[in-house]
Nanobody
């Protein structure tokens, strides 16, 4: 199994930047795709980004495309989410997830097998 631990959340102002990290342990990190999701209060968990096992292919919804960047460092078993030009609507708990059966960066939440505990991001205006 894989253990995931997120960090880097916090309180920022609209327009600021923040970088989230997710450290993985337990299995060969470079063999599986990683994703980020978020959940705002009273809302469903939504897809934010994903990166292939190779690190070459990324996937974003329109809501964050051009503002968020996902990357991975296999030497550190860590995936990052760089968030720029943050908006109030980006406020949520952010979760990282691992798709242990595939190297493709899917947006389908059900394809992910392991989840972190989440880190809170709050954007004030």
């Amino acid at each position: 199994q894989v253990q995931l631990v997120e960090s880097g959340g916090g309180l920022v102002q609209a327009g600021d930047s923040l970088r989230l990290s997710c450290a993985a342990s337990g299995r060969t990190f470079s063999r599986y795709a990683m994703g980020w999701f978020r959940q705002a209060p009273g809302k469903e968990r939504d897809f934010v980004s994903a990166i292939s096992a190779s690190g070459i292919i990324t996937n974003y919804p329109d809501s964050v495309k051009g503002r968020f960047t996902i990357s991975r460092d296999d030497a550190k078993n860590t995936v990052y989410l760089q968030m720029n030009s943050l908006k109030r609507e980006d406020t949520a708990v952010y979760y990282c997830a691992a798709d242990l059966d595939s190297g493709y960066p899917t947006k389908q939440m059900g394809e992910y097998d392991a989840w972190g505990q989440g880190t809170q991001v709050t954007v004030s205006s």
